[in-house]
């Protein structure tokens, strides 16, 4: 609308009332209204193709188009512009018709003075402002929105075609409990009832089903209205599947500080007894015979014993991660490292019969690292790999290390059982474990993967069952001085 005048199109093929519409405009506004007539439709179709106009007054009775038909084409060709339709007395069942069309208002011929023709005109932009204002708002909004009548959907906006995956096509006429998981339904269908009984609607969150079988959480909040007459239900919907996720991290992350707290004051009164116990059982297996009956006790002692250490050492690493920051850096090989792990490995894998090849990249710099945490990651990493391999008929074991860019890379890959999807997700949750009591503590790749975050590094798994499995270590060549 021009901030000068409102310009008007009239199509209208009774000159006379052309002129005294025209008459009407000039004594309201005062040069305010700027108007072009025409007295056909495809002449009006023309200058609304080539011109720009705030308002069209459309007579619904013209020479090459008659009744709602006229509407629908203009409503195609200037969808943005307010219209408002004339008609004689006897069509206002077709004016109000009109209006569920599309129209701003209308007006009744020969029922119009300048004052109402000035208020109708003015009030169609305003009206079609806000609606344009509100169906953009409704459209771009980041939360869904629906309108459900007869328990079917009517109305989806974008958003909420989004957070379901089903499209507007496919919702238009969907039950609308068809998305919600059947176990939230009755808490669904009981909430709308009571919302159109005129109870006080309260945000709820419940279950949907999107269109490719995902569980998703939502937060609605519904309101009962007049949809073409009728009640409906107009709702607003939030996917908060994330924020939920966020919450229970949380919630595991308070759990496992506890649980660490509580790991530290347990290892910390335990490991002097058990270092007690084993220094006793060594000493007693020192100085008796491998003959005498109580050697192998002794000896089953020692190793029970050492066990039990080693668990309780496993917690406090966990539970006392500034241990790692406290260890020095230096420049390291992994070649060196992964020689020592090897050596410390070798009784079992000869034992195991497991083949262990290794190709190490030429040139591969050291790098700064933390040699104990270092040397921990790959000793477990191996290990595990050797557990794997137990009911493998092929055992091997390949160690692969090279330069990548700014990065040395370091995968450990096995010929073993493999991991199952659902357990390859958690293999990194503390005390989680698959191996049977006394074979592990839950705790190895946890701590593997905190040595090697802190080293500003990445660790990262691929199995398949019956395949086998791949651990990669990424780490950066320059940490706190560089590489050499």
Same mark, same amino acid.
């Given at each position: 609308?021009?901030?000068?005048?409102?310009?008007?199109?009239?199509?209208?093929?009774?000159?006379?009332?052309?002129?005294?519409?025209?008459?009407?405009?000039?004594?309201?506004?005062?040069?305010?209204?700027?108007?072009?007539?025409?007295?056909?439709?495809? &002449?009006?179709?023309?200058?609304?193709?080539?011109?720009?106009?705030?308002?069209?007054?459309?007579? @619904?009775?013209?020479?090459?188009?008659?009744?709602?038909? &006229?509407?629908?084409?203009?409503?195609?060709?200037?969808?943005?512009?307010?219209?408002?339709?004339?008609?004689?007395?006897?069509?206002?069942?077709?004016?109000?018709?009109?209006?569920?069309?599309?129209?701003?208002?209308?007006?009744?011929?020969?029922?119009?003075?300048?004052?109402?023709?000035?208020?109708? @005109?003015?009030?169609?932009?305003?009206?079609?402002?806000?609606?344009?204002?509100?169906?953009?708002?409704?459209?771009?909004?980041?939360?869904?929105?629906?309108?459900?009548?007869?328990?079917?959907?009517?109305?989806?906006?974008?958003?909420?075609?989004?957070?379901?995956?089903?499209?507007?096509?496919?919702?238009?006429?969907?039950?609308?409990?068809?998305?919600?998981?059947?176990?939230?339904?009755?808490?669904?269908?009981?909430?709308?009832?009571?919302?159109?009984?005129?109870?006080?609607?309260?945000?709820?969150?419940?279950?949907?089903?999107?269109?490719?079988?995902?569980?998703?959480?939502?937060?609605?909040?519904? *309101?009962?209205?007049?949809?073409?007459?009728?009640?409906?239900? @107009?709702?607003?919907?939030?996917?908060?599947?994330?924020?939920?996720?966020?919450?229970?991290?949380?919630?595991?992350?308070?759990?496992?500080?506890?649980?660490?707290?509580?790991?530290?004051?347990?290892?910390?009164?335990?490991?002097?007894?058990?270092?007690?116990?084993?220094?006793? *059982?060594?000493?007693?297996?020192?100085?008796?015979?491998?003959?005498?009956?109580?050697?192998?006790?002794?000896?089953?002692?020692?190793?029970?014993?050492?066990?039990?250490?080693?668990?309780?050492?496993?917690?406090? &690493?966990?539970?006392?991660?500034?241990?790692?920051?406290?260890?020095?850096?230096?420049?390291?090989?992994?070649?060196?490292?992964?020689?020592?792990?090897?050596?410390?490995?070798?009784?079992?894998?000869?034992?195991?019969?497991?083949?262990?090849?290794?190709?190490?990249?030429?040139?591969?710099?050291?790098?700064?690292?933390?040699?104990?945490?270092?040397?921990?990651?790959?000793?477990?990493?191996?290990?595990?790999?050797?557990?794997? @391999?137990?009911?493998?008929?092929?055992?091997?074991?390949?160690?692969?290390?090279?330069?990548?860019?700014?990065?040395?890379?370091? #995968?450990?890959?096995?010929?073993?059982?493999?991991?199952?999807?659902?357990?390859?997700?958690?293999?990194?949750?503390?005390?989680?474990?698959?191996?049977?009591?006394?074979?592990? &503590?839950?705790?190895?790749?946890?701590?593997?993967?905190?040595?090697?975050?802190?080293?500003?590094?990445?660790?990262?798994?691929?199995?398949?069952?019956?395949?086998?499995? #791949?651990?990669?270590?990424?780490?950066?060549?320059?940490?706190?001085?560089?590489?050499?």
């Amino acid at each position: 609308m021009s901030a000068k005048y409102i310009k008007i199109l009239l199509l209208e093929d009774d000159p006379a009332y052309t002129r005294l519409l025209q008459k009407m405009l000039a004594v309201a506004g005062r040069g305010e209204y700027q108007i072009e007539c025409v007295d056909r439709l495809s &002449t009006g179709l023309e200058y609304l193709a080539q011109g720009e106009y705030d308002v069209v007054l459309l007579d @619904l009775g013209l020479p090459d188009s008659q009744g709602l038909d &006229t509407l629908d084409k203009v409503c195609a060709r200037i969808p943005a512009v307010p219209i408002v339709v004339m008609t004689g007395i006897e069509d206002e069942t077709l004016a109000v018709q009109a209006i569920r069309q599309g129209a701003q208002d209308y007006l009744v011929k020969g029922d119009i003075d300048s004052r109402t023709l000035q208020r109708v @005109l003015r009030y169609a932009i305003e009206r079609k402002q806000a609606e344009d204002l509100l169906r953009s708002l409704i459209l771009s909004s980041p939360v869904g929105i629906y309108i459900v009548q007869d328990g079917r959907f009517k109305f989806v906006n974008p958003q909420f075609q989004k957070d379901t995956g089903y499209n507007e096509n496919e919702l238009l006429g969907m039950d609308s409990l068809s998305l919600v998981v059947p176990g939230d339904r009755e808490m669904v269908r009981g909430n709308a009832v009571g919302m159109l009984k005129g109870e006080r609607s309260v945000p709820y969150e419940y279950r949907v089903t999107t269109r490719a079988g995902d569980i998703k959480w939502v937060l609605e909040i519904a *309101a009962s209205i007049k949809y073409g007459g009728t009640r409906a239900t @107009l709702g607003y919907f939030m996917d908060t599947s994330e924020r939920r996720k966020i919450q229970l991290q949380m919630a595991k992350a308070e759990k496992m500080s506890a649980v660490g707290m509580m790991a530290a004051g347990v290892a910390h009164e335990l490991l002097n007894p058990m270092m007690g116990m084993l220094n006793f *059982a060594q000493y007693c297996l020192k100085h008796t015979a491998e003959d005498d009956r109580r050697y192998p006790v002794l000896q089953g002692i020692e190793r029970e014993t050492g066990r039990c250490a080693d668990i309780v050492r496993n917690l406090m &690493t966990f539970s006392h991660r500034e241990n790692e920051a406290e260890e020095e850096y230096q420049l390291e090989s992994f070649t060196t490292i992964i020689d020592r792990v090897v050596k410390l490995l070798s009784y079992r894998i000869e034992k195991d019969h497991v083949l262990l090849t290794r190709h190490i990249a030429e040139g591969t710099p050291r790098i700064l690292m933390a040699v104990n945490g270092m040397q921990q990651v790959l000793l477990n990493l191996v290990s595990n790999a050797l557990d794997a @391999l137990a009911e493998s008929q092929r055992k091997e074991i390949h160690l692969e290390l090279h330069r990548e860019g700014d990065f040395v890379q370091l #995968t450990v890959a096995d010929s073993g059982c493999g991991i199952a999807p659902e357990i390859l997700e958690k293999i990194y949750e503390p005390f989680f474990t698959t191996k049977p009591v006394g074979r592990g &503590t839950g705790l190895g790749l946890t701590i593997s993967r905190n040595i090697i975050n802190s080293l500003g590094g990445d660790i990262a798994c691929q199995s398949q069952p019956g395949v086998g499995t #791949t651990f990669t270590i990424i780490l950066p060549l320059e940490r706190k001085g560089g590489t050499k």
